[in-house]
């Protein structure tokens, strides 16, 4: 059984550019959510994908965008971005778009913006 | 208004002691809660779960304690490792949003040889 995995590990950028941040999910899992974690905090909901749709979302702004494909990885954009963005980035993948609870976690894309 | 919080920051704990981690919720309706380890560069790892049906919850030398009465539970981790340190979250699944996850603010906790 293959995990959760994302790429890059880490990611330097500047105000203002574009990022693609990928997951791959766990063999046999069709949902990939998505989380922000800033430093010295707890993982923010930012989307989740089911089945290619988004399947619920956090309070982040319409810059924060994603994609799952029909081998259910997922991508997440982050357009013009601040500096407040910087933080690692997390996805988890679970099997049921809300019906299975348990989320299996990626180690993360460390995002810095300059 | 959904959130789940934890009590301390940072729990320092002599190696075998028992370590006991606490967190609070405010949501009545919660009904599940889910327990994350974080260990440095690492994404949270599930440890144990408990429904609002159950005061409480064993695993392999972790306790959950949930006391609905007072919206709180508690993580219990008997004998402490150091391979036990690492930050460790209390999680809220939110059913009408597709199970996203309402994490506190995490405990880190130091174990001292």
């Known amino acids: 059984e293959t995990g959760v995995t994302q790429s890059p590990t880490h990611l330097i950028k500047t105000r203002g550019q574009q990022v693609t941040l990928r997951c791959s999910s766990q063999?046999?899992?069709?949902?990939v959510s998505w989380y922000q974690q800033a430093l010295g905090q707890g993982p923010q909901f930012i989307f989740q994908y089911y089945r290619e749709e988004e399947n619920g979302r956090g309070n982040f702004p319409p810059r924060f965008s994603g994609l799952q494909f029909p081998n259910y990885s997922s991508e997440l954009n982050v357009n013009a971005l601040e500096l407040d963005d910087s933080a690692l980035y997390l996805c988890?993948?679970?099997?049921?778009?809300?019906?299975?609870?348990?989320?299996?976690f990626g180690p993360g894309t460390r995002l810095t913006v300059l | 208004g959904e959130s789940v919080g934890l009590h301390l920051p940072t729990l320092s704990v002599q190696e075998g002691d028992n370590s006991i981690i606490n967190c609070a919720y405010s949501?009545?309706?919660?009904?599940?809660f889910i327990w994350y380890k974080q260990e440095s560069g690492k994404g949270p790892q599930f440890i144990i779960d408990?429904?609002?049906?159950?005061d409480k919850r064993q695993g392999q030398r972790v306790t959950v304690l949930l006391n609905k009465t007072v919206k709180h539970l508690s993580l219990q981790i008997a004998a402490t490792q150091p391979g036990d340190s690492a930050v460790y979250f209390c999680a809220d699944p939110i059913k009408a949003a597709g199970n996203k996850l309402t994490f506190g603010g995490g405990t880190r906790v130091l174990v001292k040889p």
């Open positions: 063999s046999g899992h069709n949902t």
């Open positions: 988890a993948s679970s099997l049921g778009g809300g019906g299975a609870f348990e989320q299996f």
């Open positions: 949501n009545s309706a919660s009904d599940y």
């Open positions: 408990i429904r609002s049906n159950m």
